[in-house]
């Protein structure tokens, strides 16, 4: 087994051992399994029945990220992204009022077409044209939006009437539960104890059991049927309403959400060569068959996780790593209670929070800053768009803006420097995407 495991991960070539890739992955497993929970509530909105969105999600859950383990050989996770059920729900069919079935039809459409460009290799080109300064601006930029998602989570950090967020109620109980979580994570790190995210996840949510913060639901739950939305997309429905706008913002936000977290995540693992990412390509096409594979089990877009970093911030270097996390996204549809006592929301003064992955959450994001380094501050063609990245994604909470005021204002700025020819074509491509998107708007 060790030598099978060797060859199809290659574990030595990397510096790791199972042991850090099995604990790597159940500490992504664990910052990212709120999913199961939200994924249901969100596209339950629709009328989709919620047991099988479940269903759905984990099962798809599990395929993507065990295609990314294996195709690229990256402890990079997928799932059903935040953001695009928000739109597939309230946007698609809500405000639009499309049924849930011509939505799913319409991602479908879009993940075939992020299928045949996939194929096609051009988003490894993609990958490998963008400048040094927007691939370390992006990793920084989903550093400080961990961050600002943990602080958030674990209720350090609130929105307030007239300004953008301000400090929290320090002394209320789930909060003193992440500062004490905080504190024991970074304290592990600091004395290099082995596993100590993963001890300070698990740390976290036994302590907050005693106080009521931290709930315990059981052990196992009956699995729901899959059967109400398996299958049940509209494919003609979506061509004969004629959702050209809709697939397009699908496919959008799928490739440049992958795009932006697997630079963000390969620049903070140290996976970028000279500037490149390698096997891209294969890691697009584990997110783009996730899609593909999602919606026929009835979830919206599957994309690459940004807590994966929580994952390589354990000692995560492989796709071994993807296989324990898709393995324990398998055990969630039985023991989904336990799943929910991990990643479960707290509702605290009207705050919805989740403080035992919080604490997770901020370390990873203060760990992404070391990029800022690989920054030339000195050149400000290089250091607005690399700034605008950074402070973009946590400000409106999307990769995707951070990314396109990145490119934007680099096109822009290099033309006007008179170095308009270095700038890969892909680029001026890209960037004029972006602003038709907003165009459109």
Known sequence: MKGFLERTFRLAENDTTVRRELLGGATTFMTMSYIIFVQPAVLGATGMDRGAVMVATCLASALA??????????????????????FFAVVVCGTMGYTWQVALGANFISGL??????????????????????????AVGIGLLIALIGLEYGGLVVARPGVLVSLGDITSPPVLLVLFGLALTAVLLVLRFP???????????LAGLPFGIVKFHGLMAPVPSLAPTFLKLD???????GLLAVVFVFLLLDVFDAIGTL?????????????RLPRADQAMLADAAGTVGGVLLGTSTVSSY???????????????ANVATS????????????????????DYGGLVLRPVIAPALIVVGSMMMKCVK??????????????????????????????????????????AAGKGRRVHWLIYLVAGLFVLRYVLK
Not at 114 to 137: C, Q
Not at 306 to 317: D, L, N, Y
């Open 195 to 205: 596993g100590a995210i993963l001890v300070g996840i698990l740390a976290t949510a």
């Open 65 to 86: 990220t065990l295609l990314t383990g294996l195709l690229a050989n990256y402890p990079i996770a997928q799932a059903p992204a935040m953001g695009h059920n928000i």
């Open 263 to 275: 630079i963000g995540v390969g620049g903070s693992g140290g996976f970028l060569k000279n500037g």
């Open 235 to 241: 494919i003609a429905g979506a061509l004969h309403t």
């Open 374 to 415: 690989f920054i030339d501050w000195d050149d400000i063609s290089e250091a607005v768009p690399a700034f605008l990245s950074v402070i973009i994604m946590p400000l409106t909470l999307s990769i995707t803006e951070g990314i396109s005021f990145g490119f934007i204002s680099y096109v822009i700025l290099k033309l």
């Open 327 to 346: 393995a324990l996204f398998l055990c969630a549809l039985f023991f989904s209670p336990l799943a929910e006592m991990i990643s479960g929301e707290v």
């Open 306 to 320: 940004i807590e994966s970093v929580t994952g390589i911030a354990q000692g995560a270097r492989t796709g071994l």
């Open 113 to 138: 077409v992020f299928v045949a460009l996939a194929l096609a290799g051009v988003w490894g080109k993609m990958v490998a044209a963008v400048p040094d300064a927007l691939k370390y601006g992006i």
